[in-house]
C-alpha cells in the first residue's frame, strides 16, 4: 500500500471516482500539477480543481509538505531555479557531446561502400532502420552485423555480443556459420600481416563457435512476445550480459554420448570466454511482420501507440547503453498518385526521383554504358511491382513510424545490382552503395560491374 | 485469479519454454530440473521468450522431395519452420509438385520425410486424388526393397503413403481462413506433419480487365478512373486477408517446426524490370502484399524450346540461406523428378 493513495484516502466518493477515472494514483500526483493542470486533466473549471487540490490536501498533510504551494510565475520562470532542479546529468554542453561521439565505435558491415555510406559503419547509440523488397538481403545484412559485431577490438570491431529479435523465423544458423567462418579466416589474414603477439592470440580465439556463442536469438512467435520482448529490453539485454547460462543450459544437459559431452564442453568453455562482453548490437528482424498480418490489431491509432511505445523503448535503449538497434522493415505499395507528393529525400517512396537516381547509380556501376541506365531508370520510374505504373513502394507501418527511427536504409534491387541508399541521416549526407551478397556475406559488388 | 500452486502451462506453449518464466510457483515435485535452476535468477521480462545462443540452435529438419536436384535448389528440401512458395504458370506442375510432397511427408525420417501423413487444403476445385493415388503407386514401386522394408517398420505401407488430411472446397477468402485455421488446430494436435496449400492465388485472383492492360497503357493514374477507386479497396482488403493467411501460416510453421508449401499462380510481367521475376517474364501473382510472406520463393517454369514437352525448370528466387539458383527436372509418374542427361536444355 502507498502512502497517499487516492484509493484508500478518506475524500469524499464522486472526487475519487473522478481523480481515479482521470488517472491519479498517489496523492504526489494530484500535487505535482498546478490547478489548471489538473483542471485540463479532469474536465472541470479551474474552481472545482482547486476545491479538489484543497480537499486531498486536507486528507493528506504529509504529502502536501512535500510539494510546497505552487511558486509565483516570476520565480517559476527565473532559469535558475528551473535549472536548479534539473537533474545535474542532463546539463551538457554541446561540446562535451562531441567529444563523447567521436569515441562512439561503428559496427563494420565489411561491404566499403555501405561502411563508407555510414560513415565507418552502423552507429551505435541510434537506432537504424533497414528497409526492403523481400530477397534483398535484409536479413543477410542483419547477420551479417551480427557477426561482425564479436570482432575484437584489435581488428577495428567493438567486441561486443549481439540480441537478434527474430519475428519471422529467417534467422537461419548455418548461415550465419557460413559468414562466421569467412570472417574467421579474414581475421587470420588480418592478424597475419599485423604480426603482433596480441593480435595473433585473438585471432587465435575468434573460432566460429565463439562468434555463434555471442548471437543470442530470441523468437518471437505472436505480437503479445514481441511486444513483450522489445519493450522489456532493457531487462532481456541485462540478462543476456549476466548469464552465462542463457538457454544453452537444457542444451547442453541432455548430452549423452562422449563425443556429445566433449562437443558440449566445448561450447560451454566458448560461451563462457564469449559471455563477459557487454551487448553493442540488436536486431530486430523484423518489426513489421507480426502488424502486417494481425486483423485483431485493426485499430490504427492503438498500432501508432504500441510501434512508438516500441519505438521509445530502443531509444532509450540505444542512448543509454551505446548499442546500435537495426530495425527491419517491409515495404508496401501505396496505391494511386504520382511519387512527387512523397517527395525523393527522407523517407520517400522507393522509385522517386528516378531520374537524379539514376545519375548517381550510373556512378556506382562505373562504366554502364548510358543506354543501359536510361532504360533502367525508366523503368524504375515506373515503380518495381506489378500493380500498374502509378504505385509506389513505401516502407510499411505509416508515417508515424517513419518519424521513429534515427536512421532509413533502403535496400532495393538496380536492375540485377543491389543497391543500399542511405535516406535519412542527421549526421551523414546522403547517398547510395552497391553491394552484394556472397557466401562470405555481404561484401561490395565485384569490380568488373556485371550490370 | 488463477490459484498459486501449479499453474498451468497456456495453450500454446511447450513446458520447457514455460519453466523458464520467472515467478512461476514450481509447486510440482521436485521442484524445477536442476539445469534450468540457475535460470531463474535472471530477471528476465516475464512472458519474453528464451534468448538461445546461435551455436544451441538445433540442426533443421527437412522434407525432401525425391528429386535430388530439386532439393539441391531448395538448400536440402522444404525446410521445417519456413513457408516456401513456388508459383508457377497453368499446367506447369504445382499440384504435382504439392502432391509429391505430401507423399514423401509420410514416409519415415531416415528417407526424408517427416514420418507422418500431411495436410492440404485446395483451393481450386476437385482436388486430383486419382492422380496422387497412382502417384503414390509409382513413388512405391520406384522404392529399393530395403526401403521399403523400412518404411513398413514405422507402419507406411502403399496405401497409407497416400492417405493425407485433405481439406477441400476453400474456394473464396473467408473459406480459405476457415480452412487454414483448421489445418492449424491438427498440426498444433500433432496430427499432420507438413502443410501444403494449393493454391494461395485461387480465391483471390479475379481477372481484372483493368488489372494488366491499365498499367501498361497509361502512366499517370492507376488503372482507369472507374476501376481506380474500387480496385484500391479491393486491393486493400485482398491484402489484408492474404496477410492474415500468411501469418497463421507461418506462425504454425514457427510453433509446430512443420514445413509448409503454398503454391501460387504466375501473371506476365509487364516491365523486364521486375525484381522478383525470373527472366522468362512470369511474375507471381498477389503483388508486394504476399511477397513477404515467404521465407523461399521459387518459381516452376516451362521449358520453353525444348524438345520434352514434361521439361520444367525449378528457379529460386530467393532464399535466406542459399544464392538464387535453378535446377531441370521432368514431370513424370511419380511427379517431379531427375532430368535425364543428354536432354535438349
Known amino acids: 500500500m502507498a502512502d497517499g493513495a487516492i484509493a484508500l484516502a478518506p475524500i469524499s466518493g464522486p472526487t475519487r471516482t473522478l481523480l481515479v477515472a482521470a488517472g491519479f494514483r498517489t496523492a504526489h500526483d494530484v500535487f505535482a500539477m498546478p490547478p489548471s493542470g489538473l483542471a485540463k486533466e479532469l474536465r472541470v473549471d479551474v474552481a472545482r480543481a482547486a476545491d479538489i487540490l484543497a480537499e486531498v490536501a486536507s486528507c493528506c498533510p504529509r504529502e502536501r509538505e512535500q510539494h510546497p504551494d505552487e511558486r509565483p510565475k516570476r520565480a517559476r520562470m527565473a532559469g535558475d531555479q528551473a535549472a536548479s532542479r534539473l537533474d545535474p546529468r542532463l546539463q551538457v554542453s554541446a561540446l562535451s557531446l562531441l567529444e563523447v561521439s567521436k569515441k562512439q565505435p561503428c559496427i563494420v558491415t565489411f561491404c566499403r561502400g555501405i561502411d563508407t555510406l555510414l560513415g565507418g559503419g552502423m552507429p551505435t547509440g541510434e537506432v537504424t532502420e533497414v528497409v526492403g523488397v523481400p530477397g534483398v538481403g535484409k536479413t543477410q545484412l542483419c547477420t551479417q552485423l551480427a557477426v561482425d559485431a564479436s570482432l575484437p577490438k584489435a581488428f577495428g570491431g567493438v567486441d561486443g555480443q549481439t540480441l537478434y529479435i527474430d519475428t519471422e523465423g529467417s534467422f537461419t544458423p548455418d548461415r550465419c556459420a557460413q559468414m562466421a567462418d569467412a570472417l574467421s579466416a579474414h581475421v587470420r589474414g588480418m592478424a597475419a600481416r599485423q604480426s603482433s603477439a596480441t593480435a595473433a592470440a585473438a585471432a587465435a580465439a575468434f573460432t566460429t563457435e565463439f562468434q555463434m556463442a555471442r548471437i543470442h536469438v530470441v523468437r518471437c512467435t505472436s505480437l503479445a512476445e514481441q511486444m513483450a520482448t522489445i519493450l522489456g529490453v532493457q531487462g532481456v539485454v541485462k540478462a543476456v550480459e549476466a548469464g552465462p547460462g542463457g538457454g544453452d543450459a537444457a542444451a547442453s544437459a541432455p548430452a549423452g554420448s562422449g563425443a556429445a559431452a566433449g562437443a558440449a564442453a566445448a561450447a560451454a568453455a566458448a560461451a563462457a570466454a564469449a559471455a563477459a562482453a557487454p551487448v553493442r548490437l540488436v536486431i530486430v528482424d523484423s518489426i513489421a511482420f507480426h502488424y502486417r498480418g494481425d486483423a485483431s490489431s485493426a485499430d490504427a491509432g492503438q498500432r501508432s501507440r504500441q510501434l512508438a511505445a516500441q519505438a521509445q523503448a530502443l531509444h532509450s535503449l540505444a542512448a543509454t547503453r551505446g548499442i546500435a538497434v537495426v530495425v527491419v522493415n517491409h515495404v508496401t505499395t501505396k496505391l494511386g498518385g504520382r511519387g512527387d507528393a512523397w517527395g525523393s529525400g527522407n523517407g520517400g517512396g522507393i522509385g522517386a526521383g528516378a531520374a537524379s537516381e539514376a545519375a548517381e547509380a550510373a556512378g556506382l556501376l562505373g562504366d554502364g554504358s548510358a543506354a543501359a541506365s536510361a532504360a533502367a531508370a525508366a523503368a524504375m520510374a515506373g515503380s518495381c511491382d506489378s500493380l500498374g505504373a502509378g504505385s509506389q513502394l513505401a516502407p510499411a507501418l505509416g508515417d508515424s513510424w517513419a518519424h521513429a527511427c534515427t536512421n532509413r536504409l533502403f535496400l532495393y534491387w538496380f536492375g540485377k545490382v543491389r543497391v543500399a541508399r542511405l535516406a535519412k541521416s542527421p549526421s551523414r549526407p546522403l547517398g547510395a552503395a552497391a553491394f552484394a551478397v556472397t557466401s562470405e556475406g555481404v561484401r561490395r559488388p565485384p569490380a568488373e560491374g556485371s550490370a | ?345
Open chain 2, 1 to 345: 485469479q488463477r490459484s498459486s500452486g501449479s499453474p498451468a502451462p497456456p495453450p500454446g506453449c511447450c513446458a520447457a519454454h514455460w519453466w523458464r518464466q520467472p515467478g512461476v510457483a514450481h509447486a510440482r515435485a521436485g521442484g524445477p530440473p536442476r539445469a534450468l535452476r540457475p535460470e531463474m535468477q535472471c530477471d528476465r521480462p516475464r512472458g519474453v521468450p528464451p534468448a538461445v545462443r546461435a551455436s544451441a540452435l538445433g540442426p533443421a529438419r527437412f522434407l525432401a522431395s525425391g528429386c535430388a536436384s530439386i532439393d539441391k535448389a531448395l538448400g536440402g528440401g522444404l525446410r521445417a519452420g519456413w513457408l516456401t512458395e513456388i508459383a508457377g504458370e497453368a499446367g506447369a506442375g504445382k499440384t504435382q509438385l504439392v502432391m509429391q510432397f505430401a507423399i514423401r511427408c509420410a514416409m519415415p525420417v531416415s528417407l526424408g520425410g517427416m514420418g507422418a501423413p500431411a495436410a492440404i487444403i485446395c483451393t481450386e476445385g476437385s482436388f486430383p486424388v486419382r492422380r496422387m493415388r497412382t502417384m503414390a503407386f509409382a513413388v512405391w514401386a520406384a522404392l529399393s526393397a530395403a526401403q521399403r522394408s523400412e518404411c513398413e517398420a514405422c507402419g507406411v505401407g502403399r496405401d497409407t503413403l497416400w492417405d493425407c488430411h485433405l481439406v477441400r472446397n476453400a474456394d473464396s477468402p473467408e473459406s480459405l481462413v476457415a480452412a487454414v485455421a483448421a489445418a492449424a488446430a491438427c498440426a498444433r494436435a500433432g496430427r499432420c506433419a507438413a502443410l501444403l496449400l494449393d493454391s494461395i492465388a485461387g480465391p483471390f485472383r479475379v481477372p481484372d480487365p483493368d488489372e494488366g492492360s491499365g498499367g501498361a497503357a497509361s502512366k499517370a493514374a492507376p488503372g482507369s478512373a472507374g476501376g481506380g477507386g474500387g480496385g484500391r479497396r479491393w486491393f486493400a482488403g485482398r491484402a489484408k486477408a492474404l496477410l492474415g493467411v500468411s501469418s497463421v501460416l507461418r506462425c504454425v510453421a514457427l510453433e509446430r517446426r512443420l514445413p509448409v508449401l503454398v503454391a501460387n499462380q504466375a501473371t506476365a510481367v509487364l516491365r523486364p524490370d521486375d525484381s522478383t521475376a525470373a527472366p522468362d517474364d512470369v511474375a507471381p501473382a498477389l503483388g508486394m502484399a504476399w511477397a513477404h510472406a515467404a521465407h523461399v520463393r521459387a518459381m516452376l517454369l516451362r521449358r520453353r524450346g525444348s524438345a520434352n514437352p514434361q521439361a520444367r525448370a525449378v528457379r529460386v528466387v530467393f532464399h535466406p540461406a542459399a544464392a538464387s539458383s535453378a535446377c531441370v527436372c521432368v514431370l513424370g509418374e511419380a511427379g517431379l523428378g531427375e532430368a535425364v542427361l543428354g536432354e535438349a536444355p
